[in-house]
């Protein structure tokens, strides 16, 4: 019997890998959702992956996924069983790997495997709030509602993206060429008055101490350049594997948060995802622990959705949502007394929710200060380089001319 390796997600919120022996792949993913396991990775054998990885190197539009969002929650609405509506999707799609997804994702369905389970098996593609938000659909009889709400945040999402996108071309654009432009000068431009400043050093005067910082960082770049280059290339590559760890992952998401300017943003936007997923699944019914589950992995943080799971642990045992989120840390005090007021008057769904909405709305505003903050800052880092080579070029001449004098 074929063996499969996998990666799954526990009812904790933890990544689990193994193989298991089943006779296709869907009977695999069939067998973890007996386990209670959340499938993110099948696969058979290493042609397979290979095949897998290779088709989908590339991720699909966010703009194709909300239509296709859209257009499930139109078809579902409008009476046309799942998997006719995927069947549907999959032939309209303009995209041919969404439209490979979209055929997977049915004969996974057609096998008895959940929606939320069968797109999780293509993370490239479905993003784990994208699952999780199913889920809840599927637990709470509301997948339309849901499937529309996907849509509009990720078409919020990249409104959002395209954007900072527009505002970050010029000062992208001017970094790569203020870079390229000081790389220029310090690899073929210094090196051409290095005799001038052995002259200079030979006769005694000595030379500045920009000239000779200069003149290190230029040989530098001229003898070890490129394998400095393959060395970035490669730690890059390093570091890239082992944020795909759970070590890593909860590492990485650590300092995302206490990274200046930005740290606050990231912080927001998961107390955002978090609010929102909540609030959504509340007020369609689903029970409080179970929600706390499914809206854990929503947060693209490990370290809010860690807190989040002992929560579900400590209101097993009769205690208050508010008390383990509060002893956290992670949520800001303004939006836990919100929580704390809101589940003294019941009402937890509908203040998770406006929660979210102002988040989304400062999140919003600190990205356009932060933008306009980059280009002056660029501006001020690119001109500093310049200066530097022509204070280490010129500063000699100026030393020369003084001592003719």
Known sequence: MP???YTARSSRGEDTSGVISAGSKREAIAILADRSLFPLTVQSDEKEASRWTFGFQRRVKTEVLGDMFTQLSDLLSNGVSLLEALDILAEQSVDKRLADVLNDVRGNVADGTG???????HPAVFSDLTVSMVRAGLEGAFLEEALERIASFLRKQEALRMKVVGSMTYPAILGVVGVGVTIFLVVFVVPMFQEFFDRLARSGGGLPLVTVLLLAVSHFLVRYGLFAAVGLVGLAVVFRKWMGTSTGQQRVDRW?????????IFHDAAVSRFCRVLGT??????????????????????????????SVQTISSGDSLSRPLAASGLIPPPVMAMISVAEQANTLDDVLVRIADRSDEKIERKLDVLVRMIEPIMLLIIGGMVLFIIMGILLPVFDLNATID
């Not at 929606?115 to 098996?121: K, Q, S, T, Y």
């Not at 206490?258 to 606050?264: A, E, I, Q």
């Open 281 to 310: 699944l509340l007020r369609n019914g689903v029970p409080l622990l179970n929600a706390l589950r499914i809206s854990s992995a929503s947060t693209g943080n490990r370290l809010l959705q860690e807190t989040v799971m002992e």
């Open 115 to 121: 929606l939320d389970a069968a797109m999780a098996v």
């Open 3 to 5: 063996e499969f390796a």
């Open 256 to 264: 995302k948060l206490k990274l200046p300017l930005v740290g606050k």
